[in-house]
């Protein structure tokens, strides 16, 4: 999916703009009266931040209540996974 961006946005955030492309995501850009004059498309992935510890363990966790929530088993995910390893 294209965004549209008038070309003196993209002049003022151009950086901020190719950061949060997807590889393959494009931007249109537009003149004054809204008609398209060029496209940008990006070639790379958006760098991640990385996580602190805590934020880390914050989104495993967030992700194991997830999990837990919508298992339907008799046993729990954990016992099925240790049973699995055995």
């Known amino acids: ?9 993209a002049g003022r955030e151009l950086e ?10 494009s931007v249109t ?4 009266n809204g008609s398209p004059v ?3 498309i990006s070639l790379t ?3 991640e931040k990385k996580l ?3 934020e880390w363990l914050a989104r495993w ?3 194991a209540q997830e999990v837990s929530r919508a298992w339907k088993g008799e046993k729990s995910a954990v016992e099925t996974l ?5």
Do not use: F, H, N, W
């Open 52 to 54: 602190s510890s805590e």
């Open 29 to 32: 850009l537009v003149d004054s």
């Open 1 to 9: 999916m294209s965004r549209y961006v008038s070309i003196e946005t």
């Open 82 to 86: 240790l049973e699995m390893r055995r």
């Open 16 to 25: 901020s703009i190719l950061k949060q492309l997807s590889p393959g995501e």
């Open 38 to 40: 060029a496209a940008l």
């Open 45 to 47: 992935a958006p760098v």
């Open 61 to 63: 966790e967030a992700l």
